[in-house]
Antibody
Framework: EVQLMEAGGGLVQPGGSLRLSCATSGYTFSSYWMFWVRQAPGKGLVWVSR????????GYADSVKGRFTISRDNAKNTLYLQMNSLRPEDTGLYYC???????????WGQGTLVTVSS | QSALTQPASVSGSLGQSITVSCTGTSSDVGSYDYVSWYQHYSGKAPKLLIF???NRPSEISSRFSGSKSGNTASLTISGLQAEDEGDYYCSSYTTSDTVLFGGGTKVTVL
């Protein structure tokens, strides 16, 4: 069974940093591209970043470019999102997702909550 | 990177068909057949309904179908059922090598 589990969320002050992780199991992690997607409270889904199967970041949303870094460790079957210079508007539930055909995501984690507040 | 445009809400009666639209630009929906649709309940994992405009994962009911014309994609739900209530999002690959989601549509079954 394919499983994705995010961790690392929490409360952080504006300007602070957090590193999210997404532990995966049930499939060959190194064969799939991966996404991060977030949802602010009461708002819609927003794509954050995407990484190739061999670890090349392939894009960031303008709102996080230069502050967030996506990476992966194929030996540990784990995806990461390093978030620096956090802002209140980065508050939300962060999901990792496994990409399938056509840049769609067919497996998702349950999300980890990030709150940026003083 | 503005979100794709979806109606805020769409409603229909049990057994009816409804269509949710997703309007983008020539830099996203109009450029690629990489449009996906998701069903999402807040706080839960989104569920993929349609990928590559009109393809359905094997586990998804044939009541869900997708199409595209120009810069607008559409999701049709036929034979509306109570369990279809929820939020629906489209997404599209873009010419900037990013992915854009729509703002989401709340589907209500009357």
């Amino acid at each position: 069974e394919v499983q994705l589990m995010e961790a690392g969320g929490g409360l952080v002050q504006p300007g602070g940093s957090l590193r999210l992780s997404c532990a995966t199991s049930g499939y060959t992690f190194s064969s799939y591209w991966m996404f991060w997607v977030r949802q602010a409270p009461g708002k819609g889904l927003v794509w954050v970043s995407r990484i190739s199967s061999d670890g090349r970041p392939t894009g960031y949303a303008d709102s996080v470019k230069g502050r967030f870094t996506i990476s992966r460790d194929n030996a540990k079957n784990t995806l990461y999102l390093q978030m620096n210079s956090l802002r209140p508007e980065d508050t939300g539930l962060y999901y990792c997702a496994r990409e399938t055909w056509g840049m769609a995501a067919n497996y998702w984690g349950q999300g980890t909550l990030v709150t940026v507040s003083s | 990177q503005s979100a794709l445009t979806q109606p805020a809400s769409v409603s229909g009666s049990l057994g009816q068909s409804i269509t949710v639209s997703c309007t983008g630009t020539s830099s996203d929906v109009g450029s690629y057949d990489y449009v996906s649709w998701y069903q999402h309940y807040s706080g839960k994992a989104p569920k993929l309904l349609i990928f590559e405009v009109s393809n359905r994962p094997s586990e998804i009911s044939s009541r869900f179908s997708g199409s595209k014309s120009g810069n607008t994609a559409s999701l049709t739900i036929s034979g509306l059922q109570a369990e279809d209530e929820g939020d629906y999002y489209c997404s599209s690959y873009t010419t900037s090598d990013t992915v854009l989601f729509g703002g989401g549509t709340k589907v209500t079954v009357l």
